[in-house]
């Protein structure tokens, strides 16, 4: 059989290497290192799935025998974990060795793998020859688009839906179903309604299903402190710590809550028992810089800092930028990270290493739109607040408030963008740049008469302004 004819039967598996797992879309070493934590510590029946994603890192990084291996030991897990049904958790397994043995050029060793395949995919009375339609295959395909980047939240999201219709009451794809709305719809967005609140109700039925479910349970603890629940978060809070304090991702969302809740020393002290087990962890190192960022903020707004606690000041702002740089080091595309650590260089007046991050931040790829909208609002305040530069600061806060993706984050870049305006027109009734903002924000609220009137005034104290003109030919033409 020849490669060619070989590579199309390849394409119909459904395994790593056809679900569009680019290496650019992700930090290796960062995904390599949560695999290893999630066979370490994770008490979820999830090893069948690491050892999966660790041949594919493997083969993206040209180490196919250890592939190999890897896969050997995915075959052993799928066999002892699911003795009665073990072909069809084989499927995904058997595709990857097919591709494996593809890029080794050993050819008998593709056909069997696709014959294994074949037969399976038979057995199960399946349509397709080479594929099958059950809820194993979007499980682990779920799971893995979770783990492997942000971009592939929503695509995680459909295969666990997929899942879900043919095992309705699964506890593990209703616990990976919830934790992929939860990641795609932000935690803090004050505009939400509680009892329309998907993830929420999604985390409820995932405890349902399995109580014991540390991860569940602290996602919602943090969802229902967004609804100002603490008191009934709290006691999941409590649960999580009692039963899975060992887990490195739990300690990190239970430190994050204290952390939000105020009791920042505990937090601080669970984070650095988690780091002990986990010193590479990069969302470990992040969580600890933010509570030295909120223990910072709090000293700071003492009247009587500048004189008792200078010191302390300095201190805090050294550990806060050190756990900073040490997350973006340990995961570049930690845009999060990346971006509080430029803020922390501007508090501390370090400019020049400001700017340098913001443009490293500046040139990633694969954000979200609402990373944008994180990145364009917090951008803009350093250059209006620090850099004392007005104009290319309202330029990204404009940024930020186009995207329509409603969040706190939003609300920011309007408040801002209303606060330059009316502070210029305090100081001049006159001013042309202030009826332009008030022009822009009421455009894109859709508040088209608000929006021409504040235009024409805008033109009319700077009547050869072409944006103030173009913005206010597009809304006549809308009428």
């Known amino acids: 059989m020849s490669k060619e004819s070989l590579k199309r039967k ?25 695999i290893y934590e999630s066979i370490k510590f994770s008490k979820q029946n999830n090893k069948l799935y690491a050892y999966n994603q660790l041949a594919y890192v493997n083969y993206l990084n040209g180490c196919n025998e250890e592939a190999l291996t890897h896969l050997q030991k995915a075959k052993k897990t799928a066999r002892a974990d699911h003795p009665q049904d073990t072909e069809k958790w084989l499927v995904v397994t058997y595709g990857n060795f ?10 008998e060793e593709v ?18 020859t080479y594929t099958a339609n059950i809820p194993e295959i979007y499980g682990e395909k779920g799971f893995t688009m979770l783990k492997f980047s942000g971009k592939h939240y929503e695509k995680a999201k459909e295969c666990f839906e997929k899942a879900l219709e043919k095992e ?8 990976g179903y919830a934790i992929a709305l939860h990641r795609l719809e932000p935690t803090n967005d004050k505009n939400k309604n509680m009892e329309k609140c998907k993830p929420l109700k999604q985390l409820r039925r995932a405890l349902e299903l399995n109580p014991d479910d540390a991860i569940v349970m602290v996602l919602l603890a943090l969802r229902l ?5 603490e008191k009934e978060g709290l006691q999941y809070i409590e649960k999580a710590l009692s039963t899975s304090a060992d887990i490195p991702q739990v300690t990190r969302y239970v430190a994050k809550f204290l952390r939000r809740q105020g009791s920042v020393d505990k937090a601080l002290m669970l984070l650095k028992e988690a780091l ?5 962890s990069a969302f470990l190192h992040h969580q600890v810089g933010l509570c030295y960022r909120k223990k910072l903020f709090k000293l700071k707004k003492d009247m009587h800092y500048q004189s008792k606690s200078s010191g302390q000041i300095d201190d805090l702002t050294r550990h806060c930028i050190y756990h900073f740089e040490k997350a973006v080091e340990l995961k570049p595309k930690f845009q999060f990270a990346q971006v509080d650590l430029a803020c922390m260089y501007a508090d501390a007046h370090n400019y020049s290493k400001a700017d340098e991050r913001f443009e490293i931040i500046k040139k990633m790829n694969n954000l979200k739109a609402e990373d944008w909208q994180h990145i364009n609002l917090e951008y803009g305040k350093y250059l209006l607040y620090h850099k004392k530069l007005e104009k290319l600061a309202i330029f990204h806060l404009k940024e930020g408030y186009k995207i329509q993706n409603e969040s706190y984050i939003r609300d920011n870049c309007y408040t801002n963008l209303k606060k330059i305006a009316e502070r210029k027109i305090s100081r001049n009734t006159k001013d042309s740049v202030a009826f ?6 009421h455009q894109v609220k859709e508040e088209k008469p608000q929006a021409i009137e504040c235009y024409e005034k805008a033109l009319k104290y700077d009547p050869g302004n072409e944006d103030h003109l173009s913005a206010l030919c597009e809304l006549r033409l809308s009428i």
Not at 111 to 128: D, M
Not at 168 to 175: I, T
Not at 276 to 280: D, L
Request: proline share 4%; glycine share 4%.
């Open 98 to 107: 097919a591709w494996i043995y593809y890029h080794m050029n050993e050819v």
């Open 10 to 34: 390849l394409l119909q598996l459904q395994c790593h290497f056809t679900w569009d797992l680019r290496r650019e879309d992700v930090d290796i070493e960062d995904f390599e290192e949560r």
């Open 168 to 175: 309705p009451d699964n506890p593990e794809l209703n616990s």
């Open 225 to 229: 402190q967004d609804f100002q629940q």
């Open 276 to 280: 002990e087990k986990m010193p590479n």
């Open 111 to 128: 056909e069997t793998y696709l014959e294994k395949v074949k037969t399976i995919c038979r057995n199960l009375g399946s349509a397709s």
């Open 436 to 441: 332009g903002i008030l022009g822009f924000l």
